[in-house]
């Protein structure tokens, strides 16, 4: 099999953490069984990861999708992320982001190039079918480039 | 505690039960049974049958009198009502003072002060990301901070609950101020909120964490410190909060709490402590949820709990000991960000059961914590609910208003029943220090919180506006962008912080820092080497708080958490 067979063929990987200074993680762990259940690969890190180490693991892992789970203001730091993975030449991952993210910071977030935020009460198979077409969408994204 | 049903010659009883039974089967669509979060089937219908007169002394007895289980004062509410503690942080110093002063004129009698998370996770204002910088709580990193943020109050006459976690900088700091405005010690009041390592091991948190046998250690030089110097202060803060909050039920919730208290209290001891002296220094904080029949349960089944653990564990003679004071909070967890108001609705109702459960001081939550770091609207709304449950609903005339339910002495036995049982788990496991390093807690409340999701998304569990009676044209308030601290406030912050350091005397703070690093290396309990003591003296020499953290972690280690997904 070629290596972009290969990558459309597997189950998505997605990468589940929280940056900057806050822990809380029953979202985070919730979200990562979650997408576990409906057959993706996840790698799930503790909280409190650098930008910098994210990206690392994202190569590493070559992942397609990057969550990331914020409830005390850490998702003031996305754009930065979004600007270490373009630079990295990761620019075809996807992230979503979800927590206690303020509706007014949202229009923000996504102009940085977070495709997706969700909030308190998300239901289950939204995430699901959103992550798991992002996957589909990086993987083609990476195919093609 | 038994199940047996009590004998009772009540004329017409039988009867009328089999007749209720029948009319009751014949109406209801009966598939399956209700049970609590904590897992015990609820009834339809509670009697004499499951509680009755004859177990009121062994059960309930008298406020203030073994076994507690009515309050642990004799006058309870009726004599003083609970303390509105409501947390406060945000910005640079300037704005908490303000924000605390905003509070007290509101009616509030105490202020938490909450810190950044800069501050949580150990580090000063010039070590993290400058956006992130007074988002979530005050930036205090020196005695020139703290000073600022109690500007204009005497810190003699105001219980100041602090939110600091080990190594207690913040409580030094403010010992240092004590001494700068010549404020005997022993007129500071309060109670370290986030003593509790353990909870921040079980429940990641954003709390700065020094590898489990340093915290360990550290914990127990902060009583003796205590002890010793501030009679006024309650240095261990047992948080269940953060287990419920966290995914455990509220049984689990209990137990785990009491476990972790049972080993401070082994820790204490073991140091040479005297039990009758520390014990009544001990709190506890707990989380209260919307399920509220099962939270009086708790709190009533917790107080009782506690008085026969401390008697029988710890040989307890001292009343005071017995008592099992506690810090409430309404569960942010239930609050929805799908029509925000209906909020103002849910914290009542949690206010309420942590009422009847007996707290002695009590935060209510903003109903717009779920949209954002609380609005000063919506911190008014909490503190006005709790006015309006005392004054307006008289909910504290009577004492322990709802014993002698049926359903809740019944309940109240089910729940005691259901926390040993999770209690003599981590008794087996080696007590909850080795049952954490072990990763068992953390295991249990993931488990439970990804149970009670799993009922929310089925349906099972009812969410009003989430699960059920959602808007299809959801009226939301108007989009709002998280609150920010002013940037240019921020950034001379910054530049006051950096003039501190320039203009303190080095080669006092070098110097202290090293009796600091020593102390840490010394045996635990060694005379002279309490890390503490060393703690407050670094704070007093003009160290700040990241630097007391930085020799810390290096001296001791860093507590990595456990990855449990």
Known sequence: MTDTAKRTSRPPRVLVTKIGLDGHDRGSRIVAAYLRDAGMEVIYTAPWQKIEAVVKLAVEEDVDVIGVSSLATDHLLLPDLMAALGAAGLGHVRVVAGGIIPDGDEAELLRAGVNRVFHPGSPREDIVATVSHLAAQARATCANG | ?565
């Open chain 2, 1 to 565: 505690m038994s199940e047996q049903p009590v004998q009772l010659p009540l004329p017409g009883f039988e009867s009328a039960r089999a007749e209720w039974r029948q009319d009751y089967d014949g109406r209801i669509d009966r598939d399956g049974s209700l049970r609590n979060r904590s897992g015990i089937e609820i009834k339809p219908l509670y009697t004499c049958e499951d509680w009755a007169e004859e177990r009121y002394m062994e059960d309930l007895g008298f406020p203030g009198q073994l076994p507690m289980t009515r309050g642990i004062y004799p006058s309870m509410h009726r004599g003083r009502t609970w303390t509105q503690r409501q947390l406060v942080g945000f910005g640079t110093p300037e704005d908490y003072n303000q924000r605390l002063k905003t509070i007290l004129a509101a009616g509030g009698t105490a202020g938490s002060l909450i810190p950044c998370n800069s501050v949580y996770r150990g580090y000063d204002c010039d070590e993290v990301e400058l956006p992130l910088l007074g988002t979530c709580g005050a930036v205090v990193n020196t005695v020139d901070d703290m000073d600022l943020c109690y500007r204009d109050i005497g810190i003699g006459e105001l219980s100041t609950a602090v939110n600091d976690p080990l190594p207690f900088t913040l409580l030094a700091l403010l010992l240092a101020v004590a001494k700068r405005r010549d404020v005997s010690w022993s007129r500071i009041t309060g109670t370290s909120n986030q003593s509790d390592y353990i909870s921040h091991f079980v429940a990641n948190h954003m709390f700065f964490r020094i590898a489990l046998p340093g915290s360990r250690r550290v914990l127990v030089d902060h009583v003796a410190f205590c002890q010793e110097h501030l009679p006024g202060w309650n240095p261990i803060s047992v948080v269940g909060q953060h287990m419920q909050q966290g995914g455990a039920t509220p049984a689990e919730a209990m137990a785990l709490t009491l476990c972790t208290a049972i080993q401070y209290a082994e820790d204490c001891r073991t140091r040479g402590m005297d039990p009758d002296v520390f014990l009544p220094r001990f709190t506890f904080f707990f989380d209260i949820s919307i399920s509220f029949f099962e939270e009086i349960a708790k709190l009533r089944a917790g107080r009782r709990l506690w008085q026969r653990i401390v008697r029988e564990r710890f040989g307890a003679k001292n009343p005071k000991a017995w008592r099992f004071k506690f810090h409430a909070q309404t569960s942010g967890v239930d609050l929805t960000r799908q029509q925000p108001l209906n909020n103002i609705a849910r914290v009542a109702v949690q206010a309420v059961a942590g009422i009847f459960g007996g707290l002695q001081s009590l935060h209510t939550d903003a109903y717009d914590e779920v949209l954002s770091v609380p609005t000063e609207e919506a911190a008014r709304i909490a503190i006005a609910t709790q006015n309006i449950l005392r004054e307006e609903a008289h909910l504290t005339d009577v004492i322990d208003p709802l014993a002698g339910s049926y359903y809740l002495e019944t309940l109240t036995n089910q729940m005691e029943q259901e926390i040993e049982a999770t209690i003599a788990r981590i008794d087996a496991a080696g007590g909850m220090f080795a049952a954490v390093e072990a990763g068992l807690p953390q295991d249990m409340i993931g488990k439970s919180a990804r149970v009670f999701q799993e009922k929310v998304d089925s349906g099972q569990e009812t969410i009003v506006g989430v699960n059920k009676y959602r808007e299809a044209e959801e009226p939301t308030t108007a989009p709002r962008p998280l609150e920010r601290p002013d940037q240019s406030a921020m950034e001379a912050h910054l530049a006051r912080f950096r003039a501190f350091k320039a203009e303190r005397s080095q080669a006092a703070v070098t110097a202290a820092l090293d009796t600091l690093a020593r102390a840490a290396n010394a045996a635990p309990g060694t005379p002279g080497q309490n890390v503490y003591e060393k703690v407050v003296e670094a704070a007093t020499a003009g160290a700040t708080h990241g630097e007391i953290c930085a020799c810390l972690r290096r001296e001791l280690g860093f507590g990595q958490p456990l990855v449990m997904p």
